[in-house]
């Protein structure tokens, strides 16, 4: 009788997990039932569910076919890239003509584990793996990158697996997600940005306690803002997922709270009682977002404005996200917030797709990712 009791319980624990890992991710694999191409390009005469600034138009760059593009990154000769996580893939998209629309597809990279992070630096590409970050020779007249260098090494995998990486002042600055929803890290280098020299050396811990900051960009005034995913598990309304302002200049370790606190200093209920953190030496966030509204692309448009991505909710039992906002920006502060390109959640609750990073090209156009309808959009002039 213990032996089949003992049975039942693996066998119900292996259940929830289950139960867990499919309500977290099929959601990203399965496409959208209805097909968003439809209504692209968008203009003044379609009729959809989109609203988008005026002037402006939305129209579809490249269509990926069923792999989920991410992060978006242009070489020194505008052509295109993004990275392929799930399929392990760094990709260029050509537009041969300059018409907005890409033609073909060149694959550069592949059999990566899980690549995310791209950025370009003369003649070097480099990739933010999970486990890892590499820099290639790259040939922009040929788009191939070669001779693959290990810059160093990260703590692979976790609840969060993504790396991104930004290159600031000739520096490279790289974040790495929590390896869980809620806990106490064991390695230094998860739930932070790092900062090393272009050549990987000298890496350190620059900011810490950011449980996913999946994006981050750089300021006119040379500030870091980056999104942060707030936890799972404390009901629709908590806790706010954030804005946060980073100084990459920074000799000391600034700690923004995680896992001990989240918001404008508020302790984690799992945290009660402990003396740890009292989250008053931690950074405010710039600004809160509704929870679970999974913040991620984040860039600064030609007024000094901040445009954000908010990739959608799972852990809610309202929808909330599934758009793109403007923050209004004055003096490294956010001023106030609206909705700038709304319409992938329709009003019956279905989710026709889910903005992923943001880019603008030399000429201010707009490009979107989009890692379920499997989309790159152009919002043109």
Same mark, same amino acid.
């Given at each position: ?15 929830? =997990? ?13 496409? @959208? ?15 959809? @569910? ?6 402006? %138009? ?44 890409? #033609?073909?597809? =060149? /694959? ?28 290639? !020779? ?17 703590? !692979?995998?976790? $609840? ?20 869980? #929803? ?7 280098? $998860? ?10 050396? #000298? ?21 870091? +803002? ?7 598990? *404390?009901?629709?309304? &908590? ?15 600034? #700690?923004?709270? +995680?896992?001990?606190?989240?918001? !404008? ?15 008053? /030496? ?52 956010? %001023?106030?917030? /609206?909705?700038? *390109?709304?319409?992938? *959640?329709? %009003?019956?609750? /279905? ?23 499997? &989309? ?6």
């Amino acid at each position: 009788m213990k032996r089949v009791i003992g049975l039942l319980l693996v066998l119900a624990a292996l259940g929830g =997990i289950g139960f867990y890992v499919l309500k977290k991710y099929l959601p990203n694999l399965v496409p @959208p039932s209805k097909n968003i191409k439809q209504y692209l390009p968008l203009n003044s005469d379609t009729q959809s @569910p989109f609203t988008l600034p005026t002037t402006k %138009t939305l129209s579809v760059y490249f269509d990926l076919k069923g792999e989920m593009p991410r992060v978006l990154a242009f070489d020194n000769k505008g052509i295109l890239f993004t990275s392929l996580t799930s399929s392990g893939k760094v990709v260029a998209l050509i537009d041969e003509n300059g018409d907005l629309v890409a #033609d073909r597809k =060149i /694959e550069v990279l592949r059999d990566l584990n899980r690549p995310h992070g791209l950025v370009f630096d003369d003649r070097y590409l480099y990739v933010a793996e999970s486990n890892r970050v590499v820099r290639y !020779n790259y040939d922009s007249d040929t788009n191939a990158a070669t001779a693959g260098k290990i810059l160093f090494n990260l703590p !692979n995998g976790g $609840r969060h697996f993504t790396r991104t990486i930004k290159i600031i002042n000739s520096k490279l600055y790289t974040s790495v997600g929590s390896s869980c #929803d809620v806990c106490v890290e064991k390695n230094d280098l $998860r739930a932070a940005i790092l900062v090393s020299n272009l050549d990987g050396s #000298d890496l350190r811990v620059l900011a810490k306690g950011l449980r996913n900051t999946v994006f981050f960009t750089v300021s006119p005034t040379g500030k870091i +803002w980056g999104t942060e995913m707030g936890r799972d598990f *404390l009901g629709d309304d &908590l806790p706010p997922d954030e804005v946060n302002i980073i100084d990459p200049e920074s000799t000391a370790v600034s #700690d923004y709270g +995680w896992p001990y606190c989240y918001g !404008n200093g508020v302790k984690d209920i799992k945290f009660v009682g402990n003396t740890t953190s009292s989250c008053a /030496e931690n950074v405010a966030p710039a600004f809160n977002l509704p929870a679970h509204s999974a913040p991620l692309g984040i860039t600064f448009d030609n007024s000094g404005n901040l445009l954000v991505s908010m990739h959608g909710s799972w852990n809610s039992s309202a929808k909330v996200g599934y758009k793109i906002v403007k923050l209004n920006i004055f003096a490294d502060s956010v %001023t106030g917030s /609206e909705d700038y *390109l709304t319409g992938f *959640l329709e %009003t019956n609750g /279905e989710v026709l797709g889910r903005p992923v990073d943001l880019i603008f090209d030399r000429s201010d156009n707009l490009f979107i990712s989009d890692d379920k309808s499997g &989309l790159i959009y152009v919002l043109a002039k």
